[in-house]
Protein backbone atom coordinates (compact mmCIF):
# COMPACT_ATOMS: atom_id res chain seq x y z
CA UNK A 1 0.00 0.00 0.00
CA UNK A 2 2.51 2.19 1.11
CA UNK A 3 4.31 1.47 -2.34
CA UNK A 4 1.48 2.33 -4.23
CA UNK A 5 1.13 5.69 -2.66
CA UNK A 6 4.62 6.60 -4.40
CA UNK A 7 3.15 7.81 -7.26
CA UNK A 8 -0.10 9.49 -7.45
CA UNK A 9 0.22 11.26 -11.19
CA UNK A 10 1.53 10.61 -14.30
CA UNK A 11 3.90 13.14 -15.59
CA UNK A 12 2.44 15.15 -18.26
CA UNK A 13 3.85 14.07 -21.66
CA UNK A 14 5.52 16.69 -22.80
CA UNK A 15 4.51 18.73 -26.23
CA UNK A 16 7.09 16.74 -28.13
CA UNK A 17 6.06 13.80 -27.45
CA UNK A 18 2.13 14.26 -27.53
CA UNK A 19 2.77 15.24 -31.23
CA UNK A 20 4.62 12.51 -32.07
CA UNK A 21 2.10 9.92 -30.40
CA UNK A 22 -0.30 11.42 -33.14
CA UNK A 23 2.07 11.80 -36.30
CA UNK A 24 -0.04 9.75 -38.48
CA UNK A 25 -3.29 11.40 -37.48
CA UNK A 26 -1.90 14.69 -38.10
CA UNK A 27 -0.13 14.16 -41.67
CA UNK A 28 -3.08 12.92 -42.90
CA UNK A 29 -4.70 16.11 -41.26
CA UNK A 30 -2.69 17.92 -42.67
CA UNK A 31 -2.94 16.33 -46.03
CA UNK A 32 -6.88 16.46 -46.01
CA UNK A 33 -6.59 20.67 -45.34
CA UNK A 34 -4.28 20.66 -48.21
CA UNK A 35 -6.87 18.93 -50.53
CA UNK A 36 -9.94 20.95 -49.71
CA UNK A 37 -7.46 24.10 -50.20
CA UNK A 38 -6.41 23.11 -53.83
CA UNK A 39 -10.39 22.72 -54.28
CA UNK A 40 -10.94 26.44 -52.77
CA UNK A 41 -8.29 28.42 -54.50
CA UNK A 42 -8.84 25.87 -57.79
CA UNK A 43 -12.55 25.82 -57.73
CA UNK A 44 -13.97 28.97 -55.76
CA UNK A 45 -16.84 28.69 -57.97
CA UNK A 46 -17.70 25.65 -56.66
CA UNK A 47 -16.07 25.32 -53.27
CA UNK A 48 -17.87 27.96 -51.58
CA UNK A 49 -21.33 26.77 -51.78
CA UNK A 50 -23.36 24.53 -50.04
CA UNK A 51 -24.60 22.15 -52.82
CA UNK A 52 -21.43 20.17 -53.66
CA UNK A 53 -20.44 19.82 -49.71
CA UNK A 54 -24.11 18.52 -49.48
CA UNK A 55 -23.38 16.16 -52.36
CA UNK A 56 -20.07 14.50 -50.51
CA UNK A 57 -21.88 14.55 -47.35
CA UNK A 58 -24.64 12.36 -49.56
CA UNK A 59 -21.91 9.79 -51.41
CA UNK A 60 -19.20 10.03 -48.89
CA UNK A 61 -20.57 8.13 -46.10
CA UNK A 62 -21.52 4.85 -48.04
CA UNK A 63 -17.48 4.34 -48.60
CA UNK A 64 -16.83 5.93 -44.97
CA UNK A 65 -18.81 3.71 -43.21
CA UNK A 66 -17.25 0.56 -45.15
CA UNK A 67 -14.02 1.87 -44.48
CA UNK A 68 -14.53 1.92 -41.00
CA UNK A 69 -15.19 -1.49 -40.49
CA UNK A 70 -12.17 -2.40 -42.43
CA UNK A 71 -9.88 -0.69 -40.39
CA UNK A 72 -10.33 -3.56 -37.58
CA UNK A 73 -9.56 -5.95 -40.30
CA UNK A 74 -6.40 -4.27 -41.71
CA UNK A 75 -5.25 -3.59 -38.27
CA UNK A 76 -5.07 -7.13 -37.79
CA UNK A 77 -3.32 -8.03 -40.67
CA UNK A 78 -5.64 -9.38 -42.58
CA UNK A 79 -8.26 -8.25 -44.99
CA UNK A 80 -11.59 -8.68 -46.47
CA UNK A 81 -12.66 -8.65 -50.08
CA UNK A 82 -16.16 -9.64 -50.05
CA UNK A 83 -17.73 -6.63 -48.76
CA UNK A 84 -19.02 -4.75 -51.81
CA UNK A 85 -21.12 -8.34 -52.54
CA UNK A 86 -22.56 -8.08 -48.80
CA UNK A 87 -23.17 -4.80 -49.53
CA UNK A 88 -25.28 -5.93 -52.57
CA UNK A 89 -26.86 -8.95 -50.32
CA UNK A 90 -27.83 -6.96 -47.33
CA UNK A 91 -29.47 -4.29 -50.15
CA UNK A 92 -31.18 -7.01 -51.53
CA UNK A 93 -32.44 -8.56 -48.73
CA UNK A 94 -34.03 -5.49 -47.22
CA UNK A 95 -35.71 -4.46 -50.63
CA UNK A 96 -36.82 -8.29 -51.10
CA UNK A 97 -38.18 -8.29 -47.73
CA UNK A 98 -39.99 -4.91 -48.15
CA UNK A 99 -41.81 -5.45 -51.38
CA UNK A 100 -42.41 -8.74 -50.82
CA UNK A 101 -44.11 -8.54 -47.02
CA UNK A 102 -45.72 -4.83 -47.54
CA UNK A 103 -49.30 -6.12 -46.28
CA UNK A 104 -48.60 -8.62 -43.54
CA UNK A 105 -47.01 -7.78 -40.11
CA UNK A 106 -44.31 -10.49 -39.45
CA UNK A 107 -43.69 -10.80 -35.69
CA UNK A 108 -45.87 -7.25 -35.41
CA UNK A 109 -42.52 -5.62 -37.44
CA UNK A 110 -43.23 -3.20 -40.48
CA UNK A 111 -41.73 -4.70 -43.40
CA UNK A 112 -39.10 -2.02 -43.64
CA UNK A 113 -38.12 -2.59 -40.47
CA UNK A 114 -37.98 -6.05 -40.83
CA UNK A 115 -36.12 -5.37 -44.52
CA UNK A 116 -33.25 -3.85 -42.61
CA UNK A 117 -33.39 -6.34 -39.50
CA UNK A 118 -32.97 -8.80 -41.77
CA UNK A 119 -30.83 -7.27 -43.88
CA UNK A 120 -28.13 -6.61 -41.08
CA UNK A 121 -28.78 -9.99 -39.72
CA UNK A 122 -27.38 -11.55 -43.78
CA UNK A 123 -24.55 -9.48 -43.37
CA UNK A 124 -23.42 -10.67 -39.66
CA UNK A 125 -24.08 -14.39 -41.33
CA UNK A 126 -21.74 -13.31 -44.06
CA UNK A 127 -19.58 -12.01 -41.94
CA UNK A 128 -19.29 -15.54 -39.53
CA UNK A 129 -19.29 -17.36 -43.10
CA UNK A 130 -16.19 -15.33 -43.78
CA UNK A 131 -14.96 -16.47 -40.20
CA UNK A 132 -15.54 -20.09 -40.36
CA UNK A 133 -13.09 -19.65 -44.05
CA UNK A 134 -10.33 -17.86 -42.30
CA UNK A 135 -10.56 -18.20 -38.67
CA UNK A 136 -12.28 -21.94 -39.12
CA UNK A 137 -10.39 -23.35 -41.57
CA UNK A 138 -7.32 -21.60 -41.40
CA UNK A 139 -7.64 -19.94 -44.98
CA UNK A 140 -5.71 -17.37 -46.01
CA UNK A 141 -8.16 -14.05 -45.37
CA UNK A 142 -7.40 -12.85 -49.35
CA UNK A 143 -8.20 -16.05 -50.77
CA UNK A 144 -11.22 -16.94 -48.41
CA UNK A 145 -12.59 -13.94 -49.02
CA UNK A 146 -12.65 -13.53 -52.82
CA UNK A 147 -14.04 -16.68 -52.55
CA UNK A 148 -17.44 -15.53 -50.65
CA UNK A 149 -17.28 -12.43 -52.75
CA UNK A 150 -18.03 -14.36 -55.84
CA UNK A 151 -20.19 -16.23 -53.60
CA UNK A 152 -22.27 -13.65 -52.35
CA UNK A 153 -22.61 -11.46 -55.44
CA UNK A 154 -23.36 -14.94 -57.27
CA UNK A 155 -26.67 -15.06 -54.73
CA UNK A 156 -27.39 -11.59 -55.96
CA UNK A 157 -27.42 -12.62 -59.47
CA UNK A 158 -29.35 -15.54 -58.74
CA UNK A 159 -31.84 -14.46 -56.49
CA UNK A 160 -32.46 -11.24 -58.37
CA UNK A 161 -32.07 -12.48 -61.33
CA UNK A 162 -30.67 -9.01 -63.14
CA UNK A 163 -33.83 -7.05 -62.22
CA UNK A 164 -33.42 -4.03 -59.72
CA UNK A 165 -35.95 -3.46 -56.95
CA UNK A 166 -37.81 0.15 -56.32
CA UNK A 167 -38.22 1.93 -52.77
CA UNK A 168 -39.91 4.64 -53.46
CA UNK A 169 -43.26 2.88 -51.99
CA UNK A 170 -40.76 3.77 -48.53
CA UNK A 171 -40.36 7.18 -49.00
CA UNK A 172 -44.08 7.73 -47.96
CA UNK A 173 -45.25 5.34 -46.34
CA UNK A 174 -45.59 4.37 -42.63
CA UNK A 175 -42.94 3.61 -42.01
CA UNK A 176 -41.60 7.26 -43.53
CA UNK A 177 -39.55 7.57 -40.08
CA UNK A 178 -37.84 4.74 -40.63
CA UNK A 179 -36.84 5.95 -43.88
CA UNK A 180 -35.63 9.32 -42.86
CA UNK A 181 -33.98 8.24 -39.86
CA UNK A 182 -31.64 6.73 -42.53
CA UNK A 183 -31.33 8.54 -45.94
CA UNK A 184 -34.03 11.69 -44.83
CA UNK A 185 -32.50 14.95 -44.89
CA UNK A 186 -32.73 17.29 -42.02
CA UNK A 187 -34.32 21.03 -43.20
CA UNK A 188 -30.94 23.02 -41.36
CA UNK A 189 -31.95 26.07 -43.02
CA UNK A 190 -33.53 27.32 -45.90
CA UNK A 191 -31.12 26.43 -48.63
CA UNK A 192 -29.12 23.81 -46.82
CA UNK A 193 -30.03 20.05 -46.01
CA UNK A 194 -28.02 18.29 -43.94
CA UNK A 195 -28.31 13.95 -45.30
CA UNK A 196 -28.91 11.75 -42.39
CA UNK A 197 -26.47 9.00 -43.47
CA UNK A 198 -23.35 11.85 -43.03
CA UNK A 199 -24.75 11.83 -39.23
CA UNK A 200 -24.25 8.32 -39.13
CA UNK A 201 -20.92 8.35 -40.96
CA UNK A 202 -19.81 10.95 -38.05
CA UNK A 203 -21.58 8.72 -34.96
CA UNK A 204 -20.43 5.22 -36.20
CA UNK A 205 -16.94 6.90 -36.61
CA UNK A 206 -16.71 8.03 -33.17
CA UNK A 207 -17.95 4.88 -31.69
CA UNK A 208 -15.60 2.79 -34.05
CA UNK A 209 -13.03 5.87 -32.14
CA UNK A 210 -13.77 5.09 -28.77
CA UNK A 211 -14.34 1.82 -29.37
CA UNK A 212 -10.39 1.92 -31.08
CA UNK A 213 -9.06 3.92 -28.08
CA UNK A 214 -10.65 2.83 -25.30
CA UNK A 215 -12.10 -0.83 -25.47
CA UNK A 216 -10.72 -4.24 -24.79
CA UNK A 217 -11.55 -5.23 -28.27
CA UNK A 218 -10.00 -2.44 -30.07
CA UNK A 219 -6.10 -3.04 -28.22
CA UNK A 220 -6.46 -6.51 -29.11
CA UNK A 221 -7.21 -6.29 -32.34
CA UNK A 222 -3.89 -4.16 -32.62
CA UNK A 223 -2.08 -6.63 -30.52
CA UNK A 224 -3.27 -10.01 -32.67
CA UNK A 225 -2.48 -8.11 -35.75
CA UNK A 226 1.06 -6.90 -34.48
CA UNK A 227 2.04 -10.36 -32.49
CA UNK A 228 -0.33 -12.90 -32.67
CA UNK A 229 1.78 -15.39 -30.46
CA UNK A 230 1.89 -12.75 -27.74
CA UNK A 231 -1.42 -11.89 -27.77
CA UNK A 232 -2.52 -15.53 -27.74
CA UNK A 233 0.29 -16.18 -24.59
CA UNK A 234 -1.25 -13.34 -22.48
CA UNK A 235 -4.92 -14.54 -22.80
CA UNK A 236 -6.21 -12.89 -25.12
CA UNK A 237 -8.96 -14.99 -27.25
CA UNK A 238 -7.52 -14.45 -30.78
CA UNK A 239 -10.09 -16.39 -32.75
CA UNK A 240 -12.61 -14.35 -31.23
CA UNK A 241 -11.28 -11.26 -31.63
CA UNK A 242 -10.95 -12.39 -35.62
CA UNK A 243 -14.51 -13.25 -35.98
CA UNK A 244 -15.55 -10.46 -34.05
CA UNK A 245 -13.83 -8.44 -36.53
CA UNK A 246 -14.86 -10.33 -39.57
CA UNK A 247 -18.67 -9.69 -38.20
CA UNK A 248 -18.62 -5.93 -37.91
CA UNK A 249 -17.37 -6.00 -41.20
CA UNK A 250 -20.35 -7.76 -42.64
CA UNK A 251 -22.44 -5.65 -40.49
CA UNK A 252 -21.20 -2.62 -41.56
CA UNK A 253 -21.37 -3.54 -45.33
CA UNK A 254 -25.13 -4.81 -44.96
CA UNK A 255 -25.62 -1.61 -43.17
CA UNK A 256 -24.03 0.70 -45.90
CA UNK A 257 -25.55 -1.15 -48.49
CA UNK A 258 -28.69 -0.72 -47.10
CA UNK A 259 -28.51 3.07 -46.87
CA UNK A 260 -27.22 3.32 -49.89
CA UNK A 261 -30.31 1.69 -51.32
CA UNK A 262 -32.43 3.93 -49.92
CA UNK A 263 -30.88 6.51 -51.12
CA UNK A 264 -31.34 6.41 -54.58
CA UNK A 265 -34.99 4.59 -53.53
CA UNK A 266 -33.72 1.72 -55.74
CA UNK A 267 -31.83 -1.59 -55.31
CA UNK A 268 -29.63 -2.56 -58.63
CA UNK A 269 -27.45 -6.18 -58.54
CA UNK A 270 -24.54 -4.64 -59.80
CA UNK A 271 -24.52 -2.29 -55.90
CA UNK A 272 -21.23 -2.04 -54.75
CA UNK A 273 -19.03 -3.48 -57.59
CA UNK A 274 -17.06 0.11 -57.82
CA UNK A 275 -16.91 0.48 -54.02
CA UNK A 276 -14.06 -2.28 -53.09
CA UNK A 277 -10.84 -0.39 -53.84
CA UNK A 278 -11.96 3.72 -52.86
CA UNK A 279 -12.87 1.95 -49.20
CA UNK A 280 -9.67 -0.26 -49.02
CA UNK A 281 -7.24 3.36 -50.09
CA UNK A 282 -9.55 5.25 -47.65
CA UNK A 283 -8.09 2.78 -44.97
CA UNK A 284 -4.56 3.26 -46.25
CA UNK A 285 -4.36 6.48 -46.93
CA UNK A 286 -6.05 6.95 -43.42
CA UNK A 287 -2.47 5.78 -42.44
CA UNK A 288 -3.45 2.10 -41.45
CA UNK A 289 -0.45 -0.79 -41.78
CA UNK A 290 -1.73 -3.04 -43.76
CA UNK A 291 1.01 -5.29 -41.85
CA UNK A 292 -1.12 -4.87 -38.84
CA UNK A 293 -0.71 -3.62 -35.48
CA UNK A 294 -1.08 -0.25 -36.62
CA UNK A 295 -4.67 1.50 -37.20
CA UNK A 296 -6.01 4.67 -36.93
CA UNK A 297 -9.82 5.46 -37.30
CA UNK A 298 -9.55 9.25 -37.27
CA UNK A 299 -6.76 8.31 -40.81
CA UNK A 300 -10.26 6.55 -42.03
CA UNK A 301 -12.43 8.75 -41.57
CA UNK A 302 -10.26 11.60 -43.41
CA UNK A 303 -9.08 9.12 -45.90
CA UNK A 304 -12.79 8.63 -46.93
CA UNK A 305 -13.45 12.44 -47.32
CA UNK A 306 -10.65 12.47 -49.55
CA UNK A 307 -11.24 9.57 -51.66
CA UNK A 308 -14.80 9.99 -51.52
CA UNK A 309 -14.31 14.13 -52.72
CA UNK A 310 -11.55 13.74 -55.61
CA UNK A 311 -13.27 12.98 -58.47
CA UNK A 312 -15.77 15.94 -57.77
CA UNK A 313 -12.89 17.82 -56.83
CA UNK A 314 -11.10 17.03 -59.98
CA UNK A 315 -13.50 17.67 -62.78
CA UNK A 316 -14.37 21.14 -60.38
CA UNK A 317 -10.60 22.14 -61.35
CA UNK A 318 -11.29 21.61 -64.76
CA UNK A 319 -9.60 18.29 -65.72
CA UNK A 320 -11.05 15.86 -67.93
CA UNK A 321 -12.56 12.94 -66.30
CA UNK A 322 -10.47 10.49 -67.49
CA UNK A 323 -8.03 12.00 -65.04
CA UNK A 324 -9.83 10.92 -61.91
CA UNK A 325 -7.74 7.82 -61.45
CA UNK A 326 -4.47 9.25 -61.99
CA UNK A 327 -5.16 11.32 -59.09
CA UNK A 328 -6.25 8.65 -56.94
CA UNK A 329 -3.73 6.39 -57.77
CA UNK A 330 -1.17 9.45 -56.96
CA UNK A 331 -2.99 10.40 -53.38
CA UNK A 332 -2.35 6.78 -52.47
CA UNK A 333 1.08 6.28 -53.49
CA UNK A 334 2.10 9.43 -51.78
CA UNK A 335 0.53 8.84 -48.69
CA UNK A 336 1.93 5.90 -48.00
CA UNK A 337 5.16 6.41 -48.87
CA UNK A 338 5.25 9.38 -45.99
CA UNK A 339 3.82 6.56 -43.72
CA UNK A 340 6.63 4.77 -44.57
CA UNK A 341 9.12 7.32 -44.51
CA UNK A 342 7.57 8.86 -41.09
CA UNK A 343 7.26 5.27 -39.79
CA UNK A 344 10.93 4.51 -40.41
CA UNK A 345 12.37 7.85 -39.17
CA UNK A 346 11.10 7.18 -35.51
CA UNK A 347 12.92 3.96 -35.24
CA UNK B 1 -7.99 -44.70 -1.83
CA UNK B 2 -4.41 -44.58 -2.33
CA UNK B 3 -5.04 -41.35 -4.14
CA UNK B 4 -7.22 -39.81 -1.46
CA UNK B 5 -4.70 -40.33 0.95
CA UNK B 6 -2.26 -38.38 -1.01
CA UNK B 7 -4.99 -35.76 -1.21
CA UNK B 8 -5.38 -35.84 2.32
CA UNK B 9 -1.45 -35.19 2.62
CA UNK B 10 -1.41 -32.61 0.25
CA UNK B 11 -3.95 -30.86 1.89
CA UNK B 12 -3.13 -31.39 5.54
CA UNK B 13 0.37 -29.83 4.08
CA UNK B 14 -1.24 -27.12 2.84
CA UNK B 15 -2.86 -26.47 6.02
CA UNK B 16 0.43 -26.66 7.69
CA UNK B 17 2.15 -24.14 5.50
CA UNK B 18 4.92 -26.50 4.65
CA UNK B 19 3.30 -27.66 1.10
CA UNK B 20 6.34 -27.10 -1.80
CA UNK B 21 4.61 -24.86 -4.20
CA UNK B 22 4.94 -27.35 -6.79
CA UNK B 23 5.16 -30.67 -7.03
CA UNK B 24 4.66 -33.29 -9.64
CA UNK B 25 3.94 -36.72 -9.08
CA UNK B 26 4.78 -39.65 -11.54
CA UNK B 27 4.05 -36.72 -14.26
CA UNK B 28 4.37 -38.96 -17.95
CA UNK B 29 3.53 -37.19 -21.21
CA UNK B 30 3.41 -39.03 -24.19
CA UNK B 31 3.03 -37.99 -28.03
CA UNK B 32 1.78 -40.37 -30.15
CA UNK B 33 4.21 -43.44 -29.47
CA UNK B 34 6.84 -41.09 -28.04
CA UNK B 35 7.26 -41.04 -24.24
CA UNK B 36 8.59 -37.57 -23.89
CA UNK B 37 8.34 -36.78 -20.04
CA UNK B 38 9.14 -40.34 -18.20
CA UNK B 39 7.49 -40.79 -14.42
CA UNK B 40 8.67 -36.97 -13.37
CA UNK B 41 8.51 -36.40 -10.18
CA UNK B 42 9.78 -32.84 -8.59
CA UNK B 43 9.21 -30.12 -6.36
CA UNK B 44 9.12 -26.25 -6.05
CA UNK B 45 9.33 -24.44 -3.21
CA UNK B 46 8.32 -21.44 -1.87
CA UNK B 47 10.70 -18.35 -2.90
CA UNK B 48 13.49 -20.02 -4.20
CA UNK B 49 14.62 -20.06 -7.93
CA UNK B 50 15.57 -23.24 -9.60
CA UNK B 51 17.78 -24.02 -12.48
CA UNK B 52 16.12 -26.72 -15.36
CA UNK B 53 19.06 -28.19 -17.10
CA UNK B 54 19.41 -30.84 -19.88
CA UNK B 55 20.02 -31.40 -23.64
CA UNK B 56 18.35 -30.47 -25.96
CA UNK B 57 15.28 -32.95 -26.58
CA UNK B 58 15.36 -33.75 -22.65
CA UNK B 59 11.92 -32.64 -22.63
CA UNK B 60 12.44 -29.30 -20.35
CA UNK B 61 10.36 -27.57 -22.72
CA UNK B 62 7.42 -30.24 -22.41
CA UNK B 63 8.00 -30.19 -18.98
CA UNK B 64 7.29 -26.21 -18.69
CA UNK B 65 4.10 -26.59 -21.28
CA UNK B 66 2.39 -29.28 -18.56
CA UNK B 67 3.31 -27.05 -16.13
CA UNK B 68 1.44 -24.40 -17.71
CA UNK B 69 -0.99 -25.88 -18.74
CA UNK B 70 -0.67 -25.92 -22.53
CA UNK B 71 -0.46 -29.69 -22.56
CA UNK B 72 -2.27 -32.00 -20.30
CA UNK B 73 0.00 -34.73 -18.85
CA UNK B 74 -0.74 -38.15 -19.93
CA UNK B 75 -0.73 -39.62 -16.55
CA UNK B 76 0.35 -38.33 -13.44
CA UNK B 77 -0.28 -35.76 -10.83
CA UNK B 78 0.72 -31.41 -10.01
CA UNK B 79 -0.10 -30.33 -7.08
CA UNK B 80 0.20 -26.42 -6.57
CA UNK B 81 0.62 -24.94 -3.13
CA UNK B 82 -0.92 -28.42 -1.91
CA UNK B 83 -3.95 -28.33 -3.74
CA UNK B 84 -3.83 -31.04 -6.58
CA UNK B 85 -4.63 -28.96 -10.18
CA UNK B 86 -5.98 -30.47 -13.64
CA UNK B 87 -4.63 -27.21 -15.16
CA UNK B 88 -6.66 -26.89 -18.72
CA UNK B 89 -5.78 -23.83 -20.01
CA UNK B 90 -3.11 -21.64 -20.14
CA UNK B 91 -5.36 -18.54 -18.59
CA UNK B 92 -5.99 -21.15 -15.52
CA UNK B 93 -2.63 -21.61 -14.78
CA UNK B 94 -1.94 -17.70 -15.15
CA UNK B 95 -4.81 -17.47 -12.51
CA UNK B 96 -3.29 -19.57 -10.16
CA UNK B 97 -0.48 -17.22 -9.84
CA UNK B 98 2.04 -19.19 -12.82
CA UNK B 99 3.38 -17.11 -15.25
CA UNK B 100 5.65 -18.14 -18.07
CA UNK B 101 8.67 -15.13 -19.52
CA UNK B 102 9.47 -16.51 -22.96
CA UNK B 103 12.71 -15.97 -25.16
CA UNK B 104 11.34 -12.27 -26.70
CA UNK B 105 8.26 -13.28 -27.67
CA UNK B 106 5.87 -11.76 -25.19
CA UNK B 107 5.41 -8.16 -25.66
CA UNK B 108 3.83 -6.81 -28.82
CA UNK B 109 6.19 -4.04 -30.21
CA UNK B 110 4.06 -1.63 -32.01
CA UNK B 111 2.30 -1.12 -28.50
CA UNK B 112 2.95 1.13 -26.12
CA UNK B 113 4.86 -0.13 -22.22
CA UNK B 114 1.20 0.14 -20.49
CA UNK B 115 -0.56 -1.71 -23.58
CA UNK B 116 1.66 -4.85 -22.91
CA UNK B 117 1.32 -4.71 -19.17
CA UNK B 118 -2.22 -5.03 -18.98
CA UNK B 119 -2.43 -7.09 -21.84
CA UNK B 120 -5.25 -9.74 -21.00
CA UNK B 121 -6.17 -8.29 -18.10
CA UNK B 122 -6.99 -5.10 -18.72
CA UNK B 123 -8.72 -2.67 -15.93
CA UNK B 124 -12.33 -2.37 -17.88
CA UNK B 125 -15.89 -1.94 -16.73
CA UNK B 126 -18.66 -4.09 -17.39
CA UNK B 127 -19.16 -2.79 -21.27
CA UNK B 128 -15.14 -3.59 -21.51
CA UNK B 129 -13.96 -0.29 -21.55
CA UNK B 130 -10.28 0.07 -19.99
CA UNK B 131 -9.38 2.83 -17.78
CA UNK B 132 -6.81 3.98 -19.29
CA UNK B 133 -5.27 6.35 -16.23
CA UNK B 134 -5.30 3.31 -14.00
CA UNK B 135 -3.54 1.26 -15.91
CA UNK B 136 -1.42 4.10 -17.29
CA UNK B 137 -0.42 4.53 -13.64
CA UNK B 138 0.11 0.95 -12.20
CA UNK B 139 2.55 0.76 -15.53
CA UNK B 140 4.32 3.66 -14.14
CA UNK B 141 4.54 2.24 -10.77
CA UNK B 142 5.92 -1.06 -12.34
CA UNK B 143 8.65 1.13 -14.14
CA UNK B 144 9.99 3.15 -11.78
CA UNK B 145 9.57 0.82 -8.24
CA UNK B 146 10.34 -2.60 -9.80
CA UNK B 147 12.45 -1.97 -12.88
CA UNK B 148 14.36 1.66 -11.56
CA UNK B 149 13.50 2.89 -14.77
CA UNK B 150 14.24 6.48 -14.33
CA UNK B 151 14.85 8.03 -18.08
CA UNK B 152 12.46 10.66 -19.12
CA UNK B 153 12.85 9.43 -22.56
CA UNK B 154 11.20 6.26 -21.79
CA UNK B 155 7.57 6.78 -20.09
CA UNK B 156 4.56 4.28 -20.13
CA UNK B 157 3.78 5.74 -24.08
CA UNK B 158 6.62 4.36 -25.40
CA UNK B 159 6.28 1.75 -28.48
CA UNK B 160 7.96 -1.33 -27.08
CA UNK B 161 10.12 -1.23 -29.87
CA UNK B 162 11.99 1.55 -28.59
CA UNK B 163 13.41 -0.96 -25.50
CA UNK B 164 16.73 -3.32 -25.58
CA UNK B 165 16.23 -6.68 -25.66
CA UNK B 166 17.15 -6.65 -21.90
CA UNK B 167 14.43 -3.79 -20.94
CA UNK B 168 11.93 -5.89 -22.93
CA UNK B 169 12.46 -9.04 -20.65
CA UNK B 170 12.17 -6.72 -17.52
CA UNK B 171 8.94 -5.54 -19.05
CA UNK B 172 7.95 -9.07 -19.12
CA UNK B 173 9.11 -10.13 -15.53
CA UNK B 174 7.82 -7.43 -13.86
CA UNK B 175 4.30 -8.01 -15.34
CA UNK B 176 4.43 -11.06 -14.16
CA UNK B 177 5.45 -10.07 -10.28
CA UNK B 178 3.23 -7.07 -10.60
CA UNK B 179 0.52 -9.93 -11.01
CA UNK B 180 1.58 -11.29 -8.05
CA UNK B 181 2.75 -14.69 -9.61
CA UNK B 182 4.21 -16.98 -7.20
CA UNK B 183 6.18 -19.23 -9.87
CA UNK B 184 7.50 -17.42 -13.02
CA UNK B 185 8.67 -19.85 -15.39
CA UNK B 186 11.53 -18.50 -17.56
CA UNK B 187 12.22 -20.04 -20.49
CA UNK B 188 15.35 -19.27 -21.88
CA UNK B 189 14.74 -15.61 -21.95
CA UNK B 190 18.09 -14.22 -22.53
CA UNK B 191 18.67 -16.13 -25.82
CA UNK B 192 18.70 -13.11 -28.40
CA UNK B 193 20.21 -10.48 -25.82
CA UNK B 194 23.49 -9.26 -25.50
CA UNK B 195 25.99 -9.67 -22.85
CA UNK B 196 25.25 -6.52 -20.86
CA UNK B 197 21.45 -6.90 -21.62
CA UNK B 198 21.89 -10.54 -20.01
CA UNK B 199 23.06 -9.00 -17.19
CA UNK B 200 20.15 -6.85 -16.58
CA UNK B 201 17.65 -9.95 -17.28
CA UNK B 202 19.94 -12.00 -14.24
CA UNK B 203 19.52 -8.82 -12.19
CA UNK B 204 15.15 -8.97 -12.86
CA UNK B 205 15.60 -12.88 -11.99
CA UNK B 206 17.52 -12.02 -8.71
CA UNK B 207 14.95 -9.53 -7.92
CA UNK B 208 12.17 -12.22 -8.17
CA UNK B 209 13.99 -13.90 -5.46
CA UNK B 210 13.87 -10.93 -3.16
CA UNK B 211 10.84 -10.05 -3.53
CA UNK B 212 9.62 -13.70 -2.13
CA UNK B 213 8.67 -15.27 -4.95
CA UNK B 214 9.99 -18.68 -6.86
CA UNK B 215 10.89 -19.05 -10.44
CA UNK B 216 12.19 -22.00 -13.09
CA UNK B 217 15.06 -21.16 -14.59
CA UNK B 218 15.78 -22.85 -18.07
CA UNK B 219 18.94 -22.21 -19.96
CA UNK B 220 21.87 -23.85 -21.85
CA UNK B 221 24.18 -22.31 -20.25
CA UNK B 222 25.23 -23.48 -16.65
CA UNK B 223 27.25 -20.26 -16.21
CA UNK B 224 24.32 -18.19 -16.38
CA UNK B 225 22.05 -20.76 -14.36
CA UNK B 226 24.93 -20.92 -11.39
CA UNK B 227 24.76 -17.68 -10.21
CA UNK B 228 21.01 -17.19 -9.45
CA UNK B 229 19.49 -20.51 -8.88
CA UNK B 230 19.55 -22.27 -5.50
CA UNK B 231 18.78 -25.83 -6.69
CA UNK B 232 19.08 -27.50 -9.83
CA UNK B 233 16.85 -30.17 -11.36
CA UNK B 234 19.17 -31.72 -14.36
CA UNK B 235 16.59 -33.58 -17.18
CA UNK B 236 17.75 -37.06 -19.07
CA UNK B 237 15.48 -38.43 -22.46
CA UNK B 238 12.51 -37.44 -20.14
CA UNK B 239 13.47 -38.44 -16.86
CA UNK B 240 14.69 -36.47 -13.81
CA UNK B 241 18.41 -37.32 -13.93
CA UNK B 242 19.17 -35.88 -10.68
CA UNK B 243 19.19 -32.55 -8.20
CA UNK B 244 21.33 -31.10 -6.82
CA UNK B 245 21.79 -28.20 -4.25
CA UNK B 246 24.03 -25.27 -5.33
CA UNK B 247 25.98 -25.58 -1.45
CA UNK B 248 26.91 -29.31 -2.87
CA UNK B 249 28.05 -28.38 -6.55
CA UNK B 250 30.28 -25.88 -7.86
CA UNK B 251 29.84 -24.59 -11.51
CA UNK B 252 33.02 -26.57 -12.85
CA UNK B 253 31.38 -29.22 -11.41
CA UNK B 254 27.66 -29.32 -12.17
CA UNK B 255 29.55 -28.63 -15.83
CA UNK B 256 31.45 -31.55 -15.91
CA UNK B 257 28.32 -33.78 -14.71
CA UNK B 258 26.40 -32.57 -17.52
CA UNK B 259 28.99 -32.80 -20.08
CA UNK B 260 29.59 -36.58 -18.88
CA UNK B 261 26.01 -37.40 -18.45
CA UNK B 262 25.47 -36.67 -22.33
CA UNK B 263 28.78 -39.05 -22.97
CA UNK B 264 27.21 -41.81 -20.23
CA UNK B 265 23.84 -41.70 -19.46
CA UNK B 266 24.40 -41.65 -15.76
CA UNK B 267 24.92 -38.19 -13.80
CA UNK B 268 28.00 -38.84 -11.52
Redesign the interface.
Known sequence: MG??A??????E?TFK?KIA?SKIEISIGIVTVGVFLVYLIGAPQVFTHYQIYYSFMTTIPITGILALALTFVITLGEIDMSFPSVMALGGLTMSTVYSNMSSVDYFGIPPLTLGILAGLGVGILCGLLNSLLIVGFGIPSIVGSIGTQFFFRGLVNVIAAGAGISMLAAQSGPESGVYFALAGKIQVTEGARLPMQFLWFIGLGVLCL?IAK????G?HV??VG??K???Q????NVPRVRITAYVITGLAAAFAGIVSNLEVAYFYPSQGEDIMLPALAAVFIGGTSVLG??GSVVGTFLGALIMGSLEAGIISLGFDGFWTKVFYGLIIMVSVSVYSFVMKKS? | MAEANLQNEAAEAAAKGDAPLLQMVDVCKRFGGVQVLDNVSLEIGSNEIVGLVGDNGAGKSTLIKTITGVHLPTSGDIYYKGEKISIHSVKKSRKLGIETVYQERALADLQTIWQNMFLGREITNKLGFMNIKEEKRQSELMMREHMGFTSKAITVDTEVEFLSGGEKQGIAISRALYFKADLIILDEPTVALSLSETQRVQEFILDIKRRGHSAIYISHSIYLLYPVCDRFIVLDRGRVAGVLDKKDVTQDELQEKMVNLVKTGVLA
Open positions: EQVITRLPPQRVRHRFLSFDNLAAMMGVGRT
